[in-house]
């Protein structure tokens, strides 16, 4: 159960993840990383890998997209 919960959020997340693409919309990685960490438990507590390596993905994008458009110096 936990790991379908993860794969919903990382799945959510990852389309955010790709709307945040689009310039001026950056500020909405600031809402991907605390969801997608969230998630994240959630792939942690589960047995299998599939859900946590999907919130572990628009995590580290989240982040580097972040740090691309300077929102963490």
């Keep these: 159960m936990a790991n379908l919960l993860s794969i919903m959020i990382g ?3 990852l389309m955010f ?3 945040a693409f689009i310039p001026l919309l950056g500020w909405a990685n600031w ?6 960490v969230i998630g ?6 589960s047995k ?7 919130c572990l993905l628009a995590l580290i ?4 997209r ?6 963490i110096i």
Aim: hydrophobic residues 55%.
């Design 66 to 71: 972040l740090s691309l458009g300077g929102g």
């Design 40 to 45: 994240l438990i959630f792939g942690l507590v």
């Design 11 to 13: 799945v959510i997340a």
């Design 61 to 64: 994008v989240g982040i580097v």
């Design 48 to 54: 299998s890998n599939t859900g946590r390596n999907i």
């Design 31 to 36: 809402l991907i990383i605390p969801f997608s």
């Design 17 to 19: 993840t790709a709307i």
